[in-house]
Nanobody, 123 residues
Framework: QVRLVESGGGLVQAGGSLRLSCAAS????????MGWFRQAPGKEREFVAS????????AYADSVKGRFTISRDNAKNTVYLQMNSLKPEDTAVYYC????????????????WGQGTQVTVSS
C-alpha cells in the first residue's frame, strides 16, 4: 500500500507559478513511477506529466510542455510539479499517482492516488 498526499495548491494570477508536492508513505517510493493528473469541473481527468523511478525519463501533455516540470526526490519520498506561466485553463484539481510498472499517460494504469489539491488560476 502507498499513501499519497498532495500539497501546494492555491489561487494564483495568470502568469504566476506554483509548486505542487506529493509526499508518499508506505512501500518503497523509489520503486514506483509517478504521475500528475488533473480534472477540471465538468471535464474528464487528464494526464499532465509522468516520471520514472530514476527521474531519467519524463513525459508531458502538450498543453503543459515547456511550462511545467516534474521531478522527484527519492530520499524524501516526494514528487514535485513546478508550474510556471499558469493560465486560467490550468485550473483544476491536481492528483498525483503511483504506478508499479513503467510510467504511462493512462490513469487506469496507476495503482495509487492522492486526494488531490485545488489549483485556481485567475485571469
Amino acid at each position: 500500500q502507498v499513501r499519497l498526499v498532495e500539497s501546494g495548491g492555491g489561487l494564483v494570477q495568470a502568469g504566476g507559478s506554483l509548486r505542487l508536492s506529493c509526499a508518499a508513505s508506505g512501500r518503497t517510493f523509489s520503486a514506483y513511477a509517478m504521475g500528475w493528473f488533473r480534472q477540471a469541473p465538468g471535464k474528464e481527468r487528464e494526464f499532465v506529466a509522468s516520471i520514472n523511478w530514476s527521474a531519467g525519463n519524463t513525459a508531458y501533455a502538450d498543453s503543459v510542455k515547456g511550462r511545467f516540470t516534474i521531478s522527484r526526490d527519492n530520499a524524501k519520498n516526494t514528487v514535485y510539479l513546478q508550474m510556471n506561466s499558469l493560465k486560467p485553463e490550468d485550473t483544476a484539481v491536481y492528483y498525483c499517482a503511483a504506478d508499479s510498472a513503467i510510467p504511462t499517460m493512462i490513469g487506469g494504469e496507476y495503482d495509487y492516488w492522492g486526494q488531490g489539491t485545488q489549483v485556481t488560476v485567475s485571469s
